[in-house]
Each structure stands twice: as C-alpha cells, then as structure tokens.
C-alpha cells in the first residue's frame, strides 16, 4: 500500500491523490469497501498516462463513471480506482441528415441531453434520466424502455489495458441489449462520437417531459439503489403464455416476473426489493455487499422454482 502511494504520487504529482478511501459515499447504492487509491482524471491524456504505467508496474486498475451501477465490495478494492472525469462536448462536423457532437466519458448524460438539446439536435432526450457518465452507458448499452443509446454512437475512443489508443466504429461496438464490447476487452472509454438529427427544441422538451414523468412514476428515485439489479427476460414463446401481457413485445420486463413471484419488499440485512419496482433493489443505509449478493440468490432461486426462468444481473460487481 505504501509502495503504491509512493509510486503514484511520485510518477503523478499534480493528480489529485486519496489513499485508502472509502468507496460507499461515492456510490449511489451506498455500498463499498475502501480503495487503495482514488483519482479523478479530467483528461484524456491523465487516464492514458496513468493506465500504462499502472499496466507497467502491476498495479491493479478499476474504472469507475458515475458508480451508479455497481455493487463494490465491502472489503474493498485493490490498486487504483479511477474515476472518469473528462467532461468536454464539442460540435464536429455534419452533413444533410446528421451532426457529430463529442462528448468526454467522464460527462454526466442529463448535461450532455441539456446540451444537444440546446444545439438543436435530437436522440439522446431518453437518456436524460441515466445518472451516470457517457463512458457507463455505453459500457452497458444504457437504454430507455427499447431506445440503447448505442443506436446513436458513429464511434468510440478507446485506450486498451496495455496502453493502445484507438477509435473504434460503431459496427465493430457489439452493441446489443445491456452489451457491448467493452465489457469483454476491458477497454477504457475516452470519449463518443454521438451522431444525431437535426430536431425541434419543443419536441425534445416534450419527450425529457414524458420520460420523467415516467420514471418518478415508476422507479423509487431519491433512495439509495444501482437503478435495475436484473436485465429483463428475452421473450420465448413459453414465456409467452405464462406472461400474456407481454407476448407482443421482444423482453418480458425482470421486475414484473419479481413482482409475480411475490417478492417485492422482501428483505436481507438493509437490501429490499423495491414495492414500486421490483428489480430495483432499496439499501436503508445499513446494507453491504454480501446483503445484495444474498438477496440477488434468492430471487433467482424464487423466480427459477416458480417460471423456470434464469434471471440475469444488470449491476457490475467490483472489488
Ligand atoms: C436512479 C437510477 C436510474 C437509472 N436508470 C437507468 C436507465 O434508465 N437506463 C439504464 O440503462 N440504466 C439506468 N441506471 C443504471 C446506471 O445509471 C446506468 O447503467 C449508467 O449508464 C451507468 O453509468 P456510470 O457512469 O454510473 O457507470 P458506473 O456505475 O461507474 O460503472 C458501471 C460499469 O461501467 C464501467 N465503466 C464506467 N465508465 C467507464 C469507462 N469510461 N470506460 C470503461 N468502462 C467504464 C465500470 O468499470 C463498471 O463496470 C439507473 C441507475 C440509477 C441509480
């Protein structure tokens, strides 16, 4: 541990180190061991720099946006975590149907909405109620009802573990529902290349307006959760006839097959699935790791005896 504070400030002096922090209060499910180390990079240049020589020395690297979709272990995490800050937008270049705008991993999605909305382009409007960064949807291909934020990226700049920079095109993404190919190469996200129509402003409005509604209507914001712990279920047609009500549409929703089985409000140690959406998971300010682990067992196993269905998780798990 030392070792390591020694090496980083060394190699990084004017970075903004912390030492053996606690994870929880930067989380939105208010759960986390303490990390070796912390930074927050604004720069391109500063997460490109630090992860090489953190691939050079050994040092463990685990890449955090907006923490609002993971579940860090209570006894922690080892080596540096880094937390993406880059937070530019700039407008590039257009043509008769699309314009390019740029946005830093590290921006947070409502400010980057605000901000195309205002430069008159239309696409990301969905989006503006995912509390995370650009680098965490995409990452997880964040979506709204069926809208993945994938279907409005041209490409996306990438440094990979080992220190190569690249610009990666939106066919070679492997974008699909809560995927891409980031998850499986562990590249970094540096910044997206978004390619949006020209719109109306009042549209826009109109569509933020709906999708908040919509979402205070339906997910219990304001307690501390990872938003949706499970994905929702690819339709097949025995889930067709045991759920009817969804037998036209591609994803029986997660939360709606918890709800069937009857687990809302069931709780282990300060975890309880949510009585207004029952994939979300609602920590009282007393729950650890191992409370959502427990928990996520059990509505598996519930939901496995009594559909045969496999749920599977939407969170990331990081320690
Ligand atoms: C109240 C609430 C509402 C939500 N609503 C939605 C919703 O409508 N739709 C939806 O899809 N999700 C939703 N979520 C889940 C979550 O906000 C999104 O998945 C979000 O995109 C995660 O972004 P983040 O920056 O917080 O990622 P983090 O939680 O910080 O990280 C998630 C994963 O992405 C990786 N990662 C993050 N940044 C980078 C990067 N730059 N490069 C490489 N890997 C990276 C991390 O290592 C981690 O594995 C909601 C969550 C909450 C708490």
Same mark, same amino acid.
């Given at each position: 541990?030392?070792?390591?504070?020694?090496?980083?400030?060394?190699?990084?002096?004017?970075?903004?180190?912390?030492?053996?922090?606690?994870?929880?209060?930067?989380?939105?499910?208010?759960?986390?061991?303490?990390?070796?180390?912390?930074?927050?990079?604004?720069?391109?240049?500063?997460?490109?720099?630090?992860?090489?020589?953190?691939?050079?020395?050994?040092?463990?690297?685990?890449?955090?946006?907006?923490?609002?979709?993971?579940?860090?272990?209570?006894?922690?995490?080892?080596?540096? *975590?880094?937390?993406? =800050?880059?937070?530019?937008?700039?407008?590039?270049?257009?043509?008769?149907?699309?314009?390019?705008?740029?946005?830093?991993?590290?921006?947070?999605?409502?400010?980057?909405?605000?901000?195309?909305?205002?430069?008159?382009?239309?696409?990301?409007?969905?989006?503006?109620?995912?509390?995370?960064?650009?680098?965490?949807?995409?990452?997880?291909?964040?979506?709204?009802?069926?809208?993945?934020?994938?279907?409005?990226?041209? =490409? *996306?700049?990438?440094?990979?573990?080992?220190?190569?920079?690249?610009?990666?095109?939106?066919?070679?993404?492997?974008?699909?529902?809560?995927?891409?190919?980031?998850?499986?190469?562990?590249?970094?996200?540096?910044?997206?290349?978004?390619?949006?129509?020209?719109?109306?402003?009042?549209?826009?409005?109109?569509?933020?307006?709906?999708?908040?509604?919509?979402?205070?209507?339906?997910?219990?914001?304001?307690?501390?959760?990872?938003?949706?712990?499970?994905?929702? *279920?690819?339709?097949?047609?025995?889930?067709?006839?045991?759920?009817?009500?969804?037998?036209?549409?591609?994803?029986?929703?997660?939360?709606?097959?918890?709800?069937? =089985?009857?687990?809302?409000?069931?709780?282990?140690?300060?975890?309880?699935?949510?009585?207004?959406?029952?994939?979300?998971?609602?920590?009282?300010?007393?729950?650890?790791?191992?409370? *959502?682990?427990?928990?996520?067992?059990?509505?598996?196993?519930?939901?496995?005896?009594?559909?045969?269905?496999?749920?599977?998780?939407?969170?990331?798990?990081?320690?």
């Amino acid at each position: 541990m030392k070792k390591i504070q020694t090496l980083l400030t060394k190699a990084f002096p004017k970075l903004d180190w912390q030492f053996n922090v606690e994870l929880a209060p930067f989380t939105y499910m208010k759960i986390g061991g303490p990390a070796d180390a912390v930074v927050v990079t604004k720069t391109v240049k500063d997460v490109t720099s630090l992860t090489s020589f953190c691939y050079q020395n050994d040092i463990p690297v685990t890449i955090l946006g907006g923490a609002s979709n993971v579940i860090v272990d209570d006894k922690g995490v080892k080596g540096v *975590v880094i937390r993406i =800050a880059n937070e530019s937008v700039e407008q590039l270049e257009h043509d008769s149907t699309f314009t390019i705008v740029r946005a830093g991993a590290g921006v947070k999605m409502a400010p980057l909405v605000a901000k195309t909305v205002e430069m008159g382009l239309t696409g990301l409007e969905y989006f503006l109620g995912v509390p995370g960064t650009v680098g965490g949807a995409i990452y997880n291909n964040a979506h709204y009802l069926s809208d993945l934020i994938g279907e409005h990226v041209a =490409a *996306v700049h990438v440094v990979s573990k080992d220190g190569k920079i690249a610009w990666i095109a939106v066919k070679n993404c492997a974008f699909a529902y809560e995927h891409s190919r980031f998850q499986k190469t562990g590249e970094i996200i540096l910044e997206v290349n978004f390619r949006l129509k020209t719109g109306s402003k009042k549209e826009s409005q109109e569509k933020i307006k709906h999708a908040t509604e919509y979402r205070a209507k339906t997910q219990p914001l304001g307690i501390p959760s990872s938003g949706c712990i499970f994905q929702n *279920v690819k339709n097949t047609e025995k889930l067709k006839k045991t759920f009817p009500d969804f037998a036209d549409k591609p994803h029986v929703p997660g939360g709606y097959i918890i709800d069937q =089985a009857g687990l809302k409000s069931t709780k282990v140690g300060g975890i309880q699935v949510s009585t207004k959406h029952a994939a979300w998971f609602e920590n009282d300010g007393t729950g650890t790791s191992d409370d *959502v682990k427990k928990l996520i067992k059990k509505v598996k196993d519930t939901v496995k005896s009594k559909f045969d269905v496999e749920l599977h998780e939407e969170v990331f798990f990081v320690k």
